[in-house]
């Protein structure tokens, strides 16, 4: 059995021929175009270090700067804006996590990246010396 098909949807009477649109390609992240890479070797404890919060917060602190840089030339990308406020707030969290644990590891990164404290106040108590209780 032949199937109708109407001679307007014939390939012979019009060619499906599209014209080509210009491809933007952008040095994107994930290629690791645009982004300054050189500081994540200083921070890593060894060779495959990814883990640490100090690898962490420099892999996060070089993606901030990379999209912060996209974002001064492109104003209306609200997509990139809403994923620089969540590596925002994870940098932020790393970085009070750091605070805690390691406080000579959180100034220096401090100092080295030129981030702003983000510790306001010590309300769990961070700042004390950790004491034992001999019983």
């Known amino acids: 059995m032949k199937s109708f098909r109407p001679a307007a949807f014939s390939s012979a009477v019009r060619p499906a021929v599209r014209t080509p649109r210009a491809m933007v390609i952008s040095a994107s ?3 690791k175009e645009n982004i300054d890479l050189s500081n994540l070797s200083k921070q890593a404890r060894h060779e495959k ?4 919060a100090e690898y962490q917060i ?3 602190t070089a993606r901030i700067q ?3 840089k996209h974002l001064s030339t492109n104003r209306k990308d609200h997509a990139a804006k809403r994923g620089l406020i969540s ?3 994870q940098r932020k969290s790393l970085l009070q996590y ?3 644990e390691n406080r000579d590891a959180y100034d220096r990164l401090i100092t080295e990246f030129g981030i ?3 510790v306001t106040s010590d309300t769990r108590g961070a700042s004390r010396e950790k004491t034992e209780v001999v019983a």
Not at 49 to 52: A, F, H, I, L
């Open 29 to 31: 992240y994930k290629n």
């Open 116 to 118: 702003r404290g983000v």
């Open 58 to 60: 420099a892999l996060a």
């Open 87 to 89: 590596i925002l707030s």
């Open 66 to 68: 990379q999209i912060s």
């Open 49 to 52: 270090d990814t883990g640490s």
């Open 98 to 100: 750091l605070y805690r």
